[in-house]
């Protein structure tokens, strides 16, 4: 009898047991929650990446109520760096953004998540009680000052804060290790920008955004900390795969020791990387900026109720891994005369962006030529029967560059013309003409060979067809809408 009672008293504190831990469940996040979630709480004054220190400070004390601000110190220009706390539960998260000022898209985001953690009275409030009670959570969504203001990546000594977490040289990087030690976070995500040049795989698929759970020694071993992060990182691809299905990467993972993320996992703290590099059509990042929230606020929410847990660690490492093989333009088969031969050859143009005041301009170059079969374009163009031909300078030069508009640009290409001269110009100076535009004393620069700004026109049986400016290429029959982002030399 007294076994049969045993047996019983054991049953039932299995069935308590199981029936208090399915009380603890909670449903995942469903993508069209989180969209609309992002949709709703968008914080509408940020319109663009090149936001500087000052326009966030408004907004940082627009949440002083609901979140906790702290100055945490100061830039080495004496700007503040400023965190922003939430949450009264035992898991402790840390998330900092713009180490890099030139990378500000996650930046963003953690603006439109306070408005989503401070609202209340509506559909969401069931998530935010579970994160409040489960979280602690504390943002740090500058840490870059004098580096957003410039828009670059390094700081004002120049250093690049992600390779000072040991010597602590910056104030900087002394803020976010002392943050790190006194704060003690359970996770840490570690939000960065990169280029827009990463695919997925040997793919022309765009790494829209790249994913790591950084090594921790040079061994790439796999200890209960690094696993948090890897696990939580396949539920976010879970979600990324329904929104840009074989655009996520994986970033390499290769030890670097000087490196915040690899540091901050080897000191206990489950790290979370997450890259934003490109989307087609989203200049701005706005989209990318949609889908940080999305999945920043997923996983907080795995974190909460602990449901990152029931991923492996295959199923990240089947996160195929990140390469550059994407460039803007590949003119394949074009036709190249040198000492009276015709060389058929492939064209890998890259435009990169260079900052110009509170705004950027663009330069073309010839990345690769010859056999350039290994990379992908956005823009692929068959340039079989083509030849290279060279432009010139239209004749009548112009007083100011608003003497002549879009429409006019293009009859002169048509004409032959690649360039035309301006008199009166600053060193700077912006436009937006599908044309180069020069200086009174200035040259043409065109080329195709490596390095080469790729200026210049398709010709096919003595006919203009197309033109290559700066690496833009124009259909000059039926030229399309685009964005120029240009200088005049």
Known sequence: MKKSISLFLLFSIFIFGCKTANEEKFEELDIPTLEKAFETFKESTITHRRFKHADIQSLIQKHSEALKVEELGR??????????????????????????????TATMALFDLFNFLEAEG???????????SKLSIKFIPMLNPDGAD??????????????????????????????????????????????????VGNTPKQATISVL?????????????????????????????????????????????????????????????IESGGYFGDPEKQYIRELNFIIILNALHQMATGSYAQYTDQEYFDIPDNSVKLVDLILHELSVPLNGTDFQLDLAIRRREVNSGDSYFVIGSVDDLGDVQTYFGFEEFDATGYKFREGEIYAQSFTEVSEINEAEALELLRQG??????????????HGLPITVLGSEDEIESGWQLGDTPTFFLEKDGKVDFAVVNGYLIDLKEPKDQLFKQVIH
């Open 417 to 430: 013309y690649l360039a035309i001269k301006v008199d009166n110009y600053e060193d700077g100076d912006l």
């Open 213 to 273: 759970a950084p090594a921790y020694n040079e061994d790439r071993e796999i200890n209960d900390v690094r696993r948090r992060a890897m696990q939580t990182i396949v539920g976010m691809n879970r979600v990324l795969q329904q929104l840009i299905p074989g655009q996520v990467g994986q970033y390499n993972d290769t030890f670097e020791p000087r490196a915040f993320g690899d540091n901050i996992q080897k000191w206990g703290t489950s790290t979370i990387l």
């Open 150 to 199: 410039k828009f670059v990546r390094r700081n004002a000594l120049d250093i690049d804060l992600n390779r000072d977490a040991i010597s602590q040289i910056s104030p900087e990087a002394i803020i976010l290790k002392t943050v790190r030690d006194s704060f003690e976070p359970v996770f840490g995500f570690n939000l960065h920008d990169q280029g827009i040049y990463y695919s």
């Open 75 to 104: 830039s080495v220009e004496g700007k503040s760096i400023s965190s922003l706390d939430w949450g009264k539960g035992e898991t402790k998260v840390l998330l900092w953004s713009q180490m890099h000022g030139n990378e500000p």
């Open 122 to 132: 509506d559909e969401y409030d069931e998530i935010r009680n579970i994160l409040r």
